[in-house]
Each structure stands twice: as C-alpha cells, then as structure tokens.
C-alpha cells in the first residue's frame, strides 16, 4: 500500500523483536526513517542492519520504557538526529505465567503494569508532548490484546485492559491538535512472546504443524506482519479519519 509515510519519522518500541520488528520493517518499507526502541541491543542492530541493508534510514535506542527517564530520551534522540516524531508504534510488552488471581505475587503484578501499562502510557505522553512541540500532526498506535475483552491472565488482561481506556481518553485530548491515537488489539501472532505464553506459561504445545489449528474462524495463527501492517495503516494517511479505536487483528477470535 502507499502509506503516505515517505519521508516521515517512525518510533517503534518494541522493535527488536516480534511485531515490533515486523512493524519498523513495513514502516522502512513504506519510506520512512525507522527509530528502533527495546531493552535488547542485539536484537535492535539485528533490525537496524537489516533495514539500513535495503536503503532505508534507521537508529536504534536501548530503551527500558518501565524506566520513566528513557521514553522521554528517545523521543528527543528521535528529533536531535532525524528531526521529527510523525508516527510512534508501541510494541513493548511482557507476558507472566497464569499464577492466577489469589497465588501470583505482587512484584508480578507491578511488572506487568510497569511495562504493559504504565511504560506504554510514558510512550504515549512523551511522544504526545514531542509532536506538540514540533506543531504537527502524528499518529499512535499501542499493541493490545484479545485478553483486555476477554478473561485471559489477570495481570496481563488488566494491563491490556488499561492500554484500551488511555487509548480513548488521549485521543480525545490530542484530536484537536490532529494527533490520532489508537489501538490494535492483536490475536494468536507467532511471536516468541506467544510460544512462551502457550509452551511455559499454559502448558499447552504451540500449534506449529501444518495441520494444527487454534480455536478460531480463520483457523491458524496469524503472522507479525499481518499486525505490522494494521498498525502501519492506522499511522498512514489512509487512516486520517480514525482516532479512538481499537482494530481487531486476531483472525475472528472475538466473535461471539
């Protein structure tokens, strides 16, 4: 597709793996200059070097987003070195063990939080605050999950259940100065983050043979670009008219 990205200034945390690295893939793809955020440097390069390797521009920045100083770091290295935050993609998450409710501790509890909730809400406002700096408009997108409708972990559905109520209220906040902010709320990807939530986490084989199916209409499990892309569009030009919203990429698993 034609994002209308050429030339713009793409942040996505998260970026070293997973989604995210399949999102600063689309988005180098469609012409924009990449910012690479996440706590693993080697995963980072790894991404930088592939997209520098196809002619895009890229930087990564070691980034702890549950550390409130580094999201406010890497949107000022995004201005200093590239000019500009015009599109910011919120990938970082962190998945627990199904300790359940009344056995899981509370140290498990303030991690999910930590990173799920509270880092991608700093992402959120620091990213904010760089485009009303600039007097531009952007576009925000934060990865949520099937499990803030639905009963799934209960640190990790509270977390993703956060993601979706700030989702709304900061767009309504930043609509007037044509910041959109929106949500994805992502399905069954084949990220290692799902395989340790399947293999580890529930004690349930990943279904990777090619006649498994999971227990949706589509029938499979979706890949990270097919996310990647949803998340590009709604930071594309195609999507100008959206704000508030939460997209479904999850092959149908939420219908009722």
Not at 93 to 106: C, F, K, Q, S
Not at 108 to 115: H, T, Y
Not at 136 to 162: E, F, H, L, Q
Request: overall charge negative; hydrophobic content about 45%.
């Amino acid at each position: 597709m034609d994002a209308g990205l050429n030339g713009k200034v793409a942040v996505v945390v998260g970026g070293g793996t997973g989604i995210g690295r399949a999102t600063a893939l689309e988005f180098a793809h469609e012409g924009a200059s990449v910012v690479l955020a996440g706590r693993r440097g080697r995963e980072l390069s790894t991404v930088a070097d592939l997209i520098s390797a196809s002619g895009g521009r890229c930087l990564a920045v070691v980034t702890d987003v549950s550390r409130p100083e580094d999201p406010q770091h890497l949107m000022d290295v995004a201005v200093s070195e590239f000019g500009s935050v015009d599109a910011v993609a919120n990938c970082a998450a962190v998945v627990d063990r199904d300790e359940g409710m009344l056995t899981g501790t509370i140290a498990d509890f303030d991690r999910m939080i930590d990173v799920n909730l509270r880092g991608a809400w700093l992402v959120l406002r620091t990213a904010g605050q760089a485009m009303l700096n600039l007097g531009k408009p952007g576009s925000m997108v934060t990865v949520s999950s099937i499990n803030a409708p639905r009963p799934g972990t209960v640190d990790y559905s509270t977390s993703k259940a956060g993601v979706e109520g700030f989702t709304r209220a900061a767009a309504k906040v930043l609509g007037p100065s044509g910041i959109r902010v929106n949500a994805v709320r992502s399905g069954f990807i084949d990220t290692d983050m799902l395989r340790y939530a399947w293999d580890v986490a529930a004690g349930v084989p990943f279904p990777i043979g090619p006649s498994e199916r999971v227990n949706v209409p589509l029938g499979r499990v979706g890949h990270p670009s097919e996310t990647a892309q949803a998340i590009v569009w709604l930071c594309s030009s195609a999507s100008s008219y959206v704000t508030g919203t939460c997209l479904d990429v999850d092959g149908g698993a939420l219908i009722d």
